[in-house]
């Protein structure tokens, strides 16, 4: 297979996967269709900003915003279901209980750090620990100045740590059962080792406590942007959309078959943050997965990054002296 010369790197020489915009396949379907999947995703992000500037104190909190991210794709699972992107990444049950377990193990594993961590100690720890008066000029910015600013700098902290999982060894380890996933779907940005939600989840916690208004709105960006990373749905986003926010085109490629395509578009909502480092590719594939597609099971999920980690060590460093190795 002949790859795609994109800028400096070749990709598609292993799978299959389309390069620009206009090899992209648009909606099929009447006016109707064209018109509600062109303007979906700028109408949702505007009543959602829209929605936590103006809602009133009493219901501007977390739960709340957890009741409006189920909801929301509750509706994008509708949409999959209507306008799927690829027929190959269309649910099955199998598909659907396993993914059930990683979303639940998700849900599961909030709850316990907002009870451990969440309204404990630690937030006092870090608030006192805070000279708030230096904070001052942040607080005074227009509300959606913050709310931007949060967003784009929790991005640019995850990209970083995206790209540096995909770079050094001992944190792919962790990320790599995630890229064994061979579909997106709704649920699948759920899919992978709980180590790798650490990872990704530090930073956030109770920090941005002290500015729940702007953090809500920051929260929705994500949930109105960073949802379409893991959905199968075709959109004609509009062109100032896949220039500026990550789509499902750009994830689907990060997730193809193809290793060099899958070293590109690593930001979750903000895509110019690639564009600025050079390593975003405008295309989508098909085909993902690794070693062709091969299917990781929960267990495996649950045990790869230490099971791998301890095969790595062993090869680097020979069978160490002194220390039990487990029978093999
Ligand atoms: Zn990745
Ligand atoms: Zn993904």
Request: glycine share 10%.
């Amino acid at each position: 297979m002949d790859g795609i010369r994109v800028g400096k790197r070749v990709i598609g020489a292993q799978a299959p996967v389309t390069v620009g915009w206009e090899n992209i396949p648009r909606v099929e379907g009447g006016p109707v269709k064209q018109f509600i999947f062109t303007w979906f995703q700028p109408t949702m992000l505007f009543v959602l900003i829209a929605f936590w500037y103006y809602a009133p104190n009493s219901i501007a909190k977390a739960s709340t915003a957890i009741g409006i991210g189920i909801g929301f794709k509750v509706l994008l699972l509708g949409l999959e279901w209507v306008n799927p992107r690829y027929a190959s990444w269309r649910l099955t049950w199998k598909e659907l209980v396993t993914d059930l377990f990683y979303v639940g193990l998700g849900y599961t594993l909030l709850r316990l750090a907002d009870n451990y961590v969440g309204d404990g100690a630690m937030i006092e720890a870090i608030q006192h620990s805070f000279d708030w008066d230096k904070f001052a000029w942040f607080i005074g910015l227009p509300l959606l100045v913050q709310a931007f600013l949060i967003s784009f700098t929790f991005d640019f902290g995850q990209y970083w740590m995206h790209r540096g999982m995909h770079n050094w060894h001992p944190l792919w380890l962790t990320h790599a059962p995630h890229h064994y996933i061979t579909q997106l779907n709704i649920n699948k940005g759920a899919v992978g080792n709980p180590v790798e939600l650490f990872l990704i989840g530090l930073g956030i916690g109770g920090f941005f406590d002290f500015l729940p208004r702007a953090a809500l709105l920051a929260g929705s960006i994500g949930l109105a942007v960073g949802t379409y990373q893991h959905i199968n749905v075709r959109f004609n986003s509009p062109r100032w959309w896949r220039f500026l926010f990550n789509t499902t085109e750009h994830h689907s490629l990060h997730h193809s078959q193809d290793y060099e395509a899958s070293r590109s578009n690593y930001a979750g909502s903000w895509i110019v943050i690639d564009r600025m480092f050079g390593t975003c590719v405008d295309g989508e594939a098909e085909l993902l997965g690794m070693e062709g597609g091969r299917r990781m099971s929960i267990r495996e999920t649950m045990v790869y990054p230490f099971v791998e980690g301890w095969k790595s060590l062993k090869e680097r460093f020979g069978r160490p002296v002194g220390i039990a190795v487990p029978a093999e």
